[in-house]
T-cell receptor, first 109, second 114 residues
Framework: GENVEQHPSTLSVQEGDSAVIKCTYS??????FPWYKQELGKGPQLIID?????GEKKDQRIAVTLNKTAKHFSLHITETQPEDSAVYFC????????FGAGTRLTVKP | DTAVSQTPKYLVTQMGNDKSIKCEQN?????MYWYKQDSKKFLKIMFS???????INETVPNRFSPKSPDKAHLNLHINSLELGDSAVYFC?????????????FGPGTRLTVT
């Protein structure tokens, strides 16, 4: 089955800096890669996703890149703000969704 | 307008009891899911239901059973609760047909077994 690795497990940045979270997957048939943000006491919220026929997608300060050959994808957050602090999960989908272990992002004001 | 709702939000119970968690979605999705999030925040799928048929059943003890009265509801029943069942349980919904498509999560139910 699919195995998703996510790094780093914790990330601390200064407000205004960029943050990058990376994930790798094992199943080359996976074709959908969402990213979720989970704030304390809440459910995961979809923030951006990318499909296997696209290499990059951007939505304001958030962007995701996908390298199908290397089987890795990354989340990029620019101009970070304290409200970006949360746990971020990547996932890969092929018949079912497999999640990475999460990255706790802290943005210091 | 809540897309995916769960009740209760918190559930504290003793070992050996039987409990249920309810989930409802108003997104018109054809598939619903249950996930378990452990203390280390790891999210693992437990079940998914599509058109009232179970299509994924991971290595979950048979004390856990999903019940779907209709496409908008997927309830989770847990029998003979154990200490290790303590976790946060998330319901989610999504579409399969023509997919893959995004999944939307409920707010979670924190289950504590004492």
């Amino acid at each position: 089955g699919e195995n998703v690795e996510q790094h780093p497990s914790t990330l601390s940045v200064q407000e205004g800096d960029s943050a990058v979270i990376k994930c790798t997957y094992s199943d080359s048939a996976s074709n959908y890669f969402p990213w979720y943000k989970q704030e304390l006491g809440k459910g995961p919220q979809l923030i951006i996703d990318i499909r296997s026929n696209v290499g990059e997608k951007k939505d304001q300060r958030i962007a995701v890149t996908l390298n199908k050959t290397a089987k890795h994808f990354s989340l990029h957050i620019t101009e970070t703000q304290p409200e970006d602090s949360a746990v971020y999960f990547c996932a890969a989908y092929n018949n079912d969704m497999r999640f990475g272990a999460g990255t706790r992002l802290t943005v210091k004001p | 307008d809540t897309a995916v709702s769960q009740t209760p939000k918190y559930l504290v119970t003793q070992m050996g009891n039987d409990k249920s968690i309810k989930c409802e979605q108003n997104l018109g999705h054809d598939t619903m899911y249950w996930y378990k999030q452990d203390s280390k925040k790891f999210l693992k799928i437990m079940f998914s239901y599509n058109n009232k048929e179970l299509i994924i059943n991971e290595t979950v003890p048979n004390r856990f059973s999903p019940k779907s009265p209709d496409k908008a509801h997927l309830n989770l029943h847990i029998n003979s609760l154990e200490l290790g069942d303590s976790a946060v349980y998330f319901c989610a919904s999504g579409k399969i047909a023509g997919g893959p498509y995004e999944q939307y999560f409920g707010p979670g139910t924190r289950l504590t077994v004492t």
